[in-house]
């Protein structure tokens, strides 16, 4: 059964239901063996339950909910990094995760080598890198120590360049988990700018969030996850309210 | 098994040429870039295996040896340390590369493979140095020669099959590793390196007609120091012996891969 096809920025979410093992981790083969004598079959634990939503393109969701309400594996889902064990998802055209910036970078490399890597494996294409290498370069703020090995940057300026090849690539549907939270001042500032901007340019946006500011000011809808379930799904003001207080109304 | 019917929705579109490229170039700079002698290390480790092999076998056991046995030994090591190598590298490939499959929509078969023929690289230049001893014996190219490709092509798909297969395992299993490393070690008595394929007693040569790695050593001497077109039995049994390792590295990878996420 094939869905009819989303336009470019459009995320759905139907019926979607994930459960991971309890159980998970490395194991050594004893205790692999072990498990397959005594033949259980595990325990597994629910982080997301019947989550159904609808994204238009250009749209902009918040996401809120206490830590290990299902936030970051709704984010992992639409990603495509984790597949649901149930329901389904489509999502129009491509992708950008800004999940954990530069967790794919390596400190023996140069700035423009792990460019690059990150470019690349987000799907551009030699030529696309090579018209845009120098304006994620100018924008990152790192241009003369571009040729400089990583290990010698600081936290900071990883970040901002892990920032900038994500926000470069322009993806349709952007992905946001606690980025904008992490840096200093000024990378906060930025970031929200050029979130912001992108937005206004129509980009989809679902952004996961504990600072209320931030998701009042970026999006137009939230959603309330807790244990796995959506609370509420609604106007940014009024589910967050209702966050605040722990009140809510199921979604019908 | 439970996966969900409806699988493949969303793929990843992009550059792949560009994507293995630069995977592959990261990580033979990573681990060139920092050691003070470069590449060149991949000229100075079989050139002492070569000298020392020569010297305990050549000179202390004595006796018959085979013609221009420093090449006939470097033939056999060329094959098998490219072996070693790429297998242990393409079996860590999932769980060395846990940010990347938890953080990057990348098709997962690219890890395994990219690992392994990061390896190719440090190959061409192995490859390029029994050329030069080849020559340096007083052995000249011969139409055969154009051979040496195609088998070695054959060769790094066997390979590519077994990372595949190993390094989904090793996930799930993470003795798998060190199943691999004395898989490795007994490989090379088994592997006729120091020998030649001539002197195995007829009662044990199944063991080595059905040794890929066997099989590569021979047809490398075959070429080289024969100057000769490997059998044609040597050649189907490279390529019968890789793509059933593909096929059966994929069934196991396709099979495993849904739950990476949750077990690195």
């Known amino acids: 059964m094939r869905a009819e096809r989303l336009p470019s920025g459009a995320v759905r979410f139907d019926r979607v239901t994930k459960s991971f093992a309890q159980q998970g981790g490395p194991k050594l083969l004893r205790e692999r063996l072990g498990d397959l004598l005594a033949s259980s079959k595990g325990r597994r634990i629910e982080v997301l339950k019947d989550t159904s939503f609808d994204l238009a393109p250009g749209e902009s969701l918040g996401l809120v909910g206490a830590n290990g309400a299902g936030k970051s594996t709704l984010l992992n889902l639409a990603t495509g990094l984790l597949d649901p064990d149930s329901g389904t998802i489509d999502v129009g055209g491509r992708v950008g995760a800004l999940l954990e910036l530069g967790a794919g970078f390596h400190h023996d490399l140069t700035g423009a080598e792990n460019l690059r890597i990150q470019a690349a494996l987000m799907g551009l294409s030699r030529k696309d890198m090579e018209t845009k290498f120098d304006e994620i370069a100018d924008f990152s703020g790192v241009r003369e120590f571009i040729h400089e090995p990583l290990r010698t940057y600081s936290q900071g300026m990883i970040l901002r360049l892990a920032f900038s090849v994500a926000v470069c690539a322009s993806p349709d549907v952007l992905l946001i988990d606690e980025m904008i939270g992490v840096g200093d001042q000024s990378f906060k500032e930025l970031s929200h700018r050029k979130v912001q901007e992108m937005r206004s340019a129509g980009h989809t946006i679902l952004l996961a969030s504990h600072s209320e500011d931030l998701i009042t000011s970026l999006c137009d809808r939230a959603l309330w996850l807790e244990r796995g379930r959506v609370m509420m799904l609604g106007n940014v003001t009024e589910v967050l309210a209702a966050y605040r207080t722990g009140s809510h109304n199921p979604v019908p | ?264």
Not at chain 2, 113 to 119: D, G, Q, T
Not at chain 2, 150 to 174: E, K, M, P, Q, T
């Open chain 2, 1 to 264: 098994m439970s996966t969900p019917a409806r699988r493949p929705r969303r793929r990843w579109t992009g550059d792949y040429l560009y994507l293995f490229e630069n995977l592959v170039m990261k990580d033979f700079r990573v681990r060139y870039r920092t050691m003070s002698l470069g590449v060149l290390w991949s000229l100075i480790n079989p050139l002492v295996m070569m000298t020392v092999l020569t010297f305990i076998f050549g000179r202390v056991f004595g006796g018959d040896r085979p013609p221009l046995f420093p090449v006939f030994v470097l033939c056999g090591l060329v094959p098998y340390n490219f072996f070693t190598l790429a297998f242990l590298s393409g079996t860590l490939s999932i769980v060395d590369n846990a940010p990347l499959v938890k953080r990057v929509p990348v098709p997962r078969e690219i890890v395994p493979i990219v690992a392994v023929l990061s390896h190719v690289v440090h190959l061409l230049i192995q490859i390029a140095l029994l050329i030069v001893f080849t020559l340096a014996f007083g052995l000249r190219p011969t139409a055969a020669w154009i051979w040496l490709p195609v088998v070695w092509i054959f060769y790094i798909l066997f390979i590519c099959g077994l990372s595949l297969g190993a390094s989904a395992l090793n996930v799930y299993v993470r003795d798998t590793r060190y199943l691999v490393e004395s898989f490795n070690m007994i490989l090379f008595y088994l592997v006729p390196i120091f020998y030649s394929f001539e002197i195995i007693p007829a009662r044990y040569v199944a063991l080595y007609q059905f040794n890929p790695v066997a099989a590569m050593v021979l047809a490398t001497r075959n070429i080289l120091l024969d100057g000769k077109a490997p059998p044609a039995s040597l050649i189907s049994n490279l390529m019968v012996a890789s793509a059933f390792t593909v096929g059966l590295g994929l069934l196991i990878f396709l099979n495993l891969k849904s739950r990476f996420y949750e077990h690195i």
